[in-house]
């Protein structure tokens, strides 16, 4: 909703609002929110509500939201006496100054420079989740909610009726779902969104989570996007499409013989850094066992038509030319990877290197190619010697991010029992 700060506030009003939900992301990508009263919601547009920053950096402790008034939202599950609204927020230091850590303004800064070079950007999401029974208790279980298959109907898909009010919900909120289904493993579930801007994607991708979570619930049901739940089957992903113009033309194209230079070049950009940014796309110890399992990609790799290589270019036609990215996990902070991805492929449009396509085209065996790391900690280590990674990430951002990590994996190595570790550090709360 694109309106000034004296419209919201009569919509708040004439639609009988009574709690505002300022909502961010903190450094590992999970939605946070501090709720206020309407009377404050002026103070807010024009001051800003402080907050204990505490989950942002431990190297602040109070910072300002800032309400981004065309980021309005209704949340459609929420009583309509006394309706709930949200807003995403902008991150600023108690002076009002910019506070170097929001990675969202970073992200919009960055499409801002693109534009200023001629370039526009949308980017889309495709994110996996399962869905399982609870106990007697209303705690999570690890059962299926059903056992369907990739594409099954009713009554072997019993997850249908959760789905089907997870995207009205969502189209209810403006955020553009496309289409769902479910996925190869029992209960699992994808919903695809609509390309959009990339920050508006990466807020959808934020509070889709959110959403899907609130339905799940109203259905007696638990949601979970731990990129592997359960370890014989198919794990959960989150793939990121991108399409690019430049002076109003694609980059991408169906075929490597005609595709602009400037296309090539950004996919050898992703292809040589996305080892170094693995770590960002992929930040659990959970997220490496699912590399190589089913389609979910190992090595650094494209392709026109094989869906289990890291970069598939789709080919089918009446679609907008466009790339997808398929190695991360719904556990990454998307204004982050987002970035990366970007900047990596832009540095290879920079370079006008686009040698690494054409070599990767070439060769046809997996040892041919380079493998994506295949741990946490091995994509900490290799992400921390990374001048790129250095150059992309405010310092704020990535000490702070690096420690986190490092804990993960630490505590990890310490643990008797990885499932059981891994299970209480992820599964309820991703």
């Known amino acids: 909703m694109n309106s000034a700060p004296k419209e919201i506030l009569d919509f708040v009003e004439k639609n009988d609002v009574k709690f505002i939900r300022l909502t961010f992301c903190d450094i590992l990508g999970n939605l946070k929110n501090v709720a206020i009263m309407p009377d404050q919601l002026p103070h ?64 919009t800064g960055y499409i801002n420079t693109l534009r200023l070079n001629g370039y526009s950007c949308e980017m889309g999401t495709k994110c996996e989740f399962y869905l399982f029974e609870l106990d007697e208790n209303g705690e999570p279980t690890k059962l299926p909610h059903d056992k369907g298959g990739f594409l099954d109907v009713a009554p072997l898909d019993k997850c249908e009726n959760a789905r089907r009010e997870i995207c009205l919900s969502l189209e209810e909120m403006g955020m553009n779902p496309k289409s769902s289904c479910h996925k190869h493993g029992p209960a699992q579930n994808e919903i695809e969104f609509r390309e959009s801007e990339p920050v508006a994607a990466a807020d959808n991708m934020v509070h889709y989570k959110t959403v899907v979570k609130s339905i799940a619930a109203q259905n007696g049901l638990f949601a979970s ?39 090539r070049c950004f996919i050898s950009g992703i292809l040589r850094r ?47 030319p466009r790339i997808e990215i398929r190695s991360a996990d719904a556990c990454c902070n998307p204004y982050i990877a987002f970035r990366l ?37 091995e994509a900490v280590d290799i992400a921390e010697k990374s001048g790129f990674v250095k150059e992309n990430l405010p310092e704020e951002v990535s000490e702070d991010l690096f420690s986190r990590l490092r804990s993960q994996v630490t505590r990890y190595q310490l643990a008797e029992d990885k499932e059981a570790f891994e299970d209480s550090t992820y599964f309820r709360f991703i």
């Not at 794990?235 to 109003?248: D, H, Q, R, T, Y």
């Not at 990596?344 to 054409?358: F, H, K, M, P, V």
């Open 274 to 320: 996305i080892r170094e940014i693995t770590a960002f796309l992929n930040p659990t110890t959970n997220s490496y066992k699912r590399f190589g399992i089913g389609y979910a990609p190992k090595f650094v790799n494209w392709s026109f038509e094989n869906r289990a290589q890291l970069i598939r270019i789709p080919s089918a036609p009446g679609i907008s």
């Open 44 to 107: 807010a547009f024009e001051y800003g509500i402080p907050f204990d920053a505490s989950c942002l950096s431990s190297c602040v402790s109070d910072l300002l939201l800032i309400p981004d008034i065309s980021t309005l939202s209704v949340l459609p599950w929420r009583p309509r006496s006394g309706r709930v609204v949200r807003f995403f927020c902008d991150i600023r230091s108690l002076d009002g100054s910019i506070y170097p850590g929001d990675m969202r303004r970073h992200l």
């Open 341 to 377: 991805l970007l900047a990596a492929g832009t540095e290879g449009i920079r370079s006008g290197d686009c040698s690494l396509l054409d070599t990767t085209m070439k060769k046809s065996v997996p040892a041919d190619f380079q493998p994506l790391p295949s741990s946490l900690d």
């Open 225 to 263: 996007f731990m990129p592997k739940p359960l370890p014989a089957e198919h794990g959960s992903a989150l793939s990121i499409s991108l399409s690019l113009k430049k002076s109003g033309e694609y980059i991408f194209g169906s075929d490597p013989e005609t595709m602009p230079i400037e296309g």
